[in-house]
Each structure stands twice: as structure tokens, then as C-alpha cells.
């Protein structure tokens, strides 16, 4: 009953209450377009090329084209079937609500419709994998002659680089890092490099973020890739697998350089005797017990 006696009406929604909802609406709109515009004008140049890259750093390597175009591909791919899959669900919701107590009307199947979502998950999955194959092709692919071989040794808890290159007649130099003097890693600018990765220990993993590639580092296996450092700078590496008590200080950096300071650097490890290459013994290349080496498989 109304506060006037007529049935259904209720004039209370007509008084001082009634009349802020619209203006308390207003008030929470305004206030997540203002908080709204401030959080996306408060982003440095930086963090939005970073938004724009759906949050991976900025590539420094020859993958980084193929590895981004499907980053970004698979993410597009996803919030479309997202948002298809949501509207549906808000649709039928509504659609479909109940109405009255009434139990609706039995059907046994619809023929059209489950043959649509049986094969729109094949769909989905052959145009993922296609471009998964295509892009990975390019991402692990290896020339016959690359510029320069470097033995990566990830052991517990560092890492050793053993540059194959020959320098003043001596066949390689070597360096590695400690705990308290993580190791450099130097590569010459827009040369290619082919990295073999093996380990004496336990399994771990080598990853550059800013080269968007990363591989495991297998004991009694050599894993191989190759790529082309496209900018010169510091660049962050860590081992991305968990490796034992001291995993989070197996860290280094990879200084990418110009050839001169490539060369350069390589000689100077020569003058400090560090010629040959420092593997930490054969289980960095066979499995204890096994004489056969699993990487030239």
C-alpha cells in the first residue's frame, strides 16, 4: 500500500532519497573517468610500448618478430573466444531466465548446434597450431656456418661461457661467474651466435628476456640454438628453472658489443690465461654410468 492508501504505489521513491540515486550515479561515473584517466596518463612512454607488447621487454635479438607476432596473436585469439564465449553466457542468461514455475518445453537434441561447438575447438586448435609450427620453424631455426660457437655451462650456481673463437693462436677463452661476481656474457652485434648449453649437475635453464628465447640446460645432453643480437646494451639473464638452494642467484648479463669490443675482450681473457674451455668435467656431456654422449644423438 502507498503512504496515501493506493494500492501499488509507493511515493517515498519520490522524496529527498529517490532524488541523489541519480546524482550518486553521476558522481560514481565521473570519478572512474577521472581515476581512470589518471592511471593511463600516469604511465611513462615505457610502460605503455610495454602495454603495446602485452607486457614482454624490448627485443634485442633476430626472434624477436616471430615470438612477438605470436604473443600478441595468441592473446588477440583468446580474448575473441573469450568475449564470444561471455556474450553467449550473458545471452542465454537472459534469454533463457526463468519466467514461472512451468518446467520449459524438453528437447532431446539440436543437431545443428552441437555439431558448431564440436568443431569450433578443432578450429581453433588447428589455426593455434599452425601458427604455433610455423613461427617455432623460425625461432629454432640454425644456419651451416654461424659467426661464432659459445659452450654455455649452467652448473650450481653459475654459469661458465666458453668462447670457441680462436684468439692470438689459442683455440677458445673461457670465464664464469661466482656467487658474489655473477658472470658476463659479451656477444658482437648483428653476428650470429650458436650457443651449446650443457650442465654437470642438475637441470637448469638459460633465458635473456630481451632476446625472447629461453632453453633448458639438460646434464648428459648438449641443447643447441642460435641467434643474431640486434642492439647494443646491458641486458639481464637468469636461469628460469629451479635449480637448488642458490637458484635465485644464478643471474649474469650479456653485453652486447660492437666486433672491436667483442675481439678486444676475447684477448684480454687470453692475456689472463683463461684459454680453453672450462666445462666442469664430462658429466657436463654424458650421464654417469653411460659413455655415450645423448647430445650427439
Known amino acids: 500500500m502507498g503512504s496515501n492508501g493506493t494500492p501499488g504505489v509507493d511515493e517515498r521513491a519520490a522524496g529527498p532519497a529517490g532524488a541523489t540515486r541519480p546524482a550518486k550515479r553521476r558522481l560514481l561515473v ?21 602495454w603495446k607488447r602485452l ?21 588477440i585469439a583468446a580474448l575473441i573466444v573469450g568475449a564470444m564465449v561471455w556474450g553467449l553466457i550473458l545471452y542465454v542468461s537472459v534469454r533463457y531466465r526463468k519466467r514461472n514455475d512451468e518446467a520449459p518445453k ?53 654459469w661458465t661461457f666458453n668462447y670457441k673463437d680462436t684468439v692470438d693462436g689459442q683455440e677458445g677463452v673461457w670465464e664464469t661467474g661466482t ?45 643447441r640454438f642460435e641467434l643474431t643480437p640486434t642492439k647494443t646494451g646491458t641486458f639481464a639473464g637468469k636461469c628460469a628453472e629451479l635449480c637448488g638452494l642458490y637458484h635465485s642467484r644464478m643471474v649474469f648479463t650479456v653485453k652486447v658489443v ?31 654410468g653411460h659413455g655415450e654422449q645423448e647430445g650427439e644423438k
Request: some cysteine.
Open 179 to 223: 656467487l658474489e661476481k655473477p658472470a658476463e656474457l659479451w656477444l658482437p652485434v648483428n653476428e650470429s651466435v650458436h650457443f651449446d648449453l650443457t650442465s654437470p649437475d642438475v637441470i637448469h635453464s638459460f633465458w635473456v628476456p630481451s632476446f625472447y628465447f629461453k632453453l633448458d640446460v639438460i646434464p648428459g645432453r648438449t641443447n
Open 258 to 288: 660492437t666486433k672491436d669490443e667483442y675481439d678486444a675482450h676475447l684477448r684480454d681473457l687470453a692475456a689472463r690465461g683463461q684459454t680453453g674451455a672450462a666445462t666442469g668435467g664430462q658429466d657436463a656431456t654424458t650421464i654417469p
Open 55 to 75: 607486457g614482454l621487454p624490448e627485443g634485442a635479438s633476430d626472434r624477436t618478430e616471430a615470438v612477438r607476432s605470436l604473443w600478441v596473436g595468441a592473446w
Open 106 to 158: 524438453q528437447v532431446r537434441y539440436n543437431l545443428p548446434l552441437e555439431v558448431l561447438y564440436t568443431l569450433a575447438p578443432f578450429a581453433i586448435i588447428g589455426v593455434l597450431f599452425f601458427y604455433t609450427v610455423e613461427h617455432g620453424n623460425k625461432i629454432t631455426a640454425m644456419s651451416d656456418n654461424p659467426a661464432h660457437t659459445i659452450n654455455v655451462v649452467g652448473q650450481q650456481w653459475q
Open 30 to 50: 565521473g570519478s572512474a573517468v577521472v581515476l581512470g584517466t589518471l592511471l593511463l596518463t600516469g604511465c611513462s612512454e615505457a610502460t605503455t610500448e610495454q
